[in-house]
């Protein structure tokens, strides 16, 4: 079984998952935050794979990738960085990010990498859902690989059907068709979280863009099966003091 279906299995409610990217704030932090998120009690990662043009992301994980590029980071170092991850982390790790990168490394070459080092699945937000499915999925799924899809507040029922039929793991539900790292509400998303809740989808749901604290935490909660936090993780890394400290306030802040 997959990790991903373990977790979901295992917990009802109230999964956390963290996004971060990979190389920042320094080029070998990979895989010490991806530790201590797993210590501090959180459920998943989603480790970002830096791009040099992330449009759908805010300016905090922007910054982020231009700093993990200027680090030196790039997906041969990432794999490297990663090749005894499951010595030591246990919860699943997804890779996300743009798929330029990933094309240029090689679709297949990709997947293998991944199983290699024991990464669990992706999100490549761009990658149209009809064209995975007719040239991408055969090759994930023969390396054990969940790719996970989007929806947003504008996507309609049929699409969401859709994609739900063709997604692995778990459906992201984007709380509001904008760019990471806003400040925007919840509350104004509550009638979509309530339309899926209704759909009866085959995969649970998650949340993510603009969970940030407890409170929006624990309002994606009411309505899936949990929250995503990205750009307020990302900020705190940045913060002074002892990083490992950092991550264990900031997770225990949100839980």
Avoid: W
């Avoid at 009638?191 to 407890?214: N, S, T």
């Avoid at 009411?222 to 936090?229: D, K, S, T, V």
Wanted: charged residues 20%; neutral net charge; proline residues 5%.
């Amino acid at each position: 079984m997959n990790r991903i279906d373990k977790v979901f299995a295992q917990h009802d409610k109230k999964i956390l998952s963290i996004y971060f990217t990979a190389g920042f704030p320094h080029l070998n932090d990979t895989l010490p935050v991806l530790q201590c998120i797993q210590q501090s009690g959180a459920d998943m990662v989603e480790l970002g794979m830096p791009f040099s043009d992330p449009l759908a992301d805010g300016p905090v994980i922007q910054h982020s990738s231009t700093v993990a590029l200027k680090n030196g980071m790039t997906l041969k170092i990432l794999f490297e960085q990663l090749k005894n991850m499951r010595a030591t982390v246990h919860i699943p790790v997804l890779l996300m990010g743009y798929f330029n990168p990933v094309y240029q490394y090689g679709f297949e070459n990709f997947c293998r990498s991944c199983a290699d080092v024991g990464v669990d699945g992706f999100i490549i937000p761009d990658l149209p859902v009809e064209e995975y499915r007719q040239l991408y999925q055969p090759v994930a799924r023969k390396y054990g690989l969940y790719h996970i899809l989007l929806v947003t507040p504008q996507t309609t029922e049929e699409r969401i059907r859709y994609i739900d039929s063709i997604t692995e793991g778990f459906l992201y539900a984007v709380s509001s068709y904008s760019t990471t790292g806003g400040n925007k509400s919840l509350d104004s998303s509550l009638a979509y979280f309530q339309r899926l809740e209704a759909m009866q989808l085959k995969h649970p749901v998650m949340v993510g863009f603009g969970i940030r604290d407890r409170q929006t935490f624990a309002t994606a909660c009411q309505h899936a099966r949990g929250g995503i936090i990205g750009t307020a993780f990302i900020r705190m890394l940045e913060q002074p003091g002892s990083m490992e400290d950092n991550i264990r306030n900031f997770i225990r802040s949100i839980l």
